[in-house]
């Protein structure tokens, strides 16, 4: 199992039966697919529609039919489709009770970077500001190092901020982390994973709380 396999098998034990989940664009999509099949779950995307299914095989792609990233997507049995205004209504009047984003940096007191990298063009800040605010509890998914081995899980984030303080629960390819009144803290390890390993691997001042 790859890391990216690892992180959205433990992030799919965060969903409930008879929540209402938004799903971040890039690797928190693949969640859709790994929620159980008696659980019944609505999928909230901020680009109007409540109620997304599995990705489409090549037979059912609609390409009208797509999630907040632009991939094409189905929706279950009961979906309702809305604007955009409605849809953020929906997520600023706390009826999103689990909102699952990607992240580029997650610092120790639970600030949240994912929405730009200075220089490089973005097509807009998408929902992330509105979801990190709105969403009653938010838990950030994310490898724990980037491509050139340095930790994303930082002391302080020095990509602009998506909100401070905003994260509930941060999982990587390597642990969890709370992060609570007291401080950041680890606690659960991924299979293989030590302590010392998360340690190294990690900028952030956190307790070991297993």
């Known amino acids: 199992m790859n890391s ?6 433990r992030a799919v034990k965060e969903i409930q039966d008879g929540m209402n989940v938004n799903l971040g664009i890039g690797m928190p999509t693949l969640v859709a697919n790994a929620i159980p099949a008696q659980y019944d779950v609505m999928l909230q995307s901020e680009n109007g529609l409540l109620g997304i299914g599995p990705y489409p095989t090549e037979r059912e792609v609609d390409p009208d039919l797509i999630n907040a990233g632009k991939e094409t997507v189905t929706a279950v049995k009961g979906a309702s489709f809305f604007d955009n205004a409605e849809s953020f209504a929906m997520i600023r009047g706390g009826h999103i009770d689990l909102a699952i984003l990607g992240g580029m940096e ?6 949240l970077a994912n929405w730009m990298i200075p220089g490089k063009m973005v097509k807009g800040m998408g929902g992330a500001m509105d ?3 709105g969403a009653k509890r938010v838990i950030v998914i994310m490898e724990h190092v980037n491509k050139h081995g340095e930790s ?3 002391k302080r984030c020095e990509l602009p901020l998506t909100g401070q303080g ?10 969890v982390f709370d992060f609570t009144d007291e401080g950041m803290k680890l606690v659960e390890l991924l299979d293989g994973v030590t302590v010392e390993e998360v340690q190294r691997q990690t900028e952030a ?6």
Do not use: C, M
């Open 106 to 111: 997650v610092s120790q007191t639970g600030d």
């Open 166 to 175: 905003v994260v509930s629960r941060l999982i990587t390819d390597l642990a």
């Open 131 to 133: 979801l990190v605010n």
């Open 205 to 210: 001042e956190f307790i070991v709380a297993l």
């Open 4 to 9: 990216r396999d690892k992180i959205v098998a």
């Open 152 to 154: 994303k899980v930082k």
